[in-house]
């Protein structure tokens, strides 16, 4: 599920012309299915937000 959900916001980041390191998207692909936060420095992570979002999925992120 989680591999899943990673491919499918890799694709839509794909469409939107920015993809992303696989690894980043599955944990956001593990926070986004156990309504977990994601705290990081990691700017690319608002990327992979947006996408998520366009797929009707909520992400928490914090940037430190």
Do not use: W
Request: proline share 2%; aromatic share 8%.
């Amino acid at each position: 599920e989680d591999f899943m959900l990673a491919h499918r916001i890799q694709l839509e980041l794909l469409s939107m012309g920015g993809p992303q390191a696989f690894a980043d998207l599955l944990v956001a692909a593990i926070a986004i299915n156990r309504d977990e936060e994601i705290i990081t420095r990691d700017e690319d992570f608002m990327y992979i937000q947006e996408a998520a979002k366009r797929l009707g999925y909520s992400m928490k992120l914090k940037l430190s």
